[in-house]
Nanobody
Framework: QVQLVESGGGLVQAGGSLRLSCVVS????????LAWFRQAPGKEREFVAA????????VYTDSVKGRFTVSRDNAKDTMYLQMNSLKPEDTTVYCC????????????????????WGQGTQVTVSS
């Protein structure tokens, strides 16, 4: 059974930083792409960042470019999201997801490409 567990969320002032982690078990982590999404109450899930299986391709939504960095450590079965210069509008629950197919060359922002999801971690940015 595939499990994804996020951590690292919390409360931070605007301009501050957080690093989210996503640990994956139950799957050969190193051959699958991964992504971060976020979802506010009553809104659709929004793509944030994705990374392909060998870290050679990453993609970001425009609102986080230059502020967020996605990375992965295949030896630790863990993906990260370094979030800098946080803004109040970044406040929401962040979830990680793993791709349904291995060895995709490009990082993929499409929600339908991801088969398994974590429960999420809350990020709150105060003004």
């Amino acid at each position: 059974q595939v499990q994804l567990v996020e951590s690292g969320g919390g409360l931070v002032q605007a301009g501050g930083s957080l690093r989210l982690s996503c640990v994956v078990s139950g799957r050969a982590f190193g051959i699958y792409g991964l992504a971060w999404f976020r979802q506010a109450p009553g809104k659709e899930r929004e793509f944030v960042a994705a990374i392909n299986w060998n870290s050679r391709s990453t993609v970001y939504t425009d609102s986080v470019k230059g502020r967020f960095t996605v990375s992965r450590d295949n030896a630790k079965d863990t993906m990260y999201l370094q979030m800098n210069s946080l803004k109040p509008e970044d406040t929401t629950v962040y979830c990680c997801a793993i791709s349904s197919a291995p060895y995709r060359i490009q990082a993929d922002p499409g929600i339908n490409q991801y088969a398994n999801w974590g429960q999420g971690t809350q990020v709150t940015v105060s003004s």
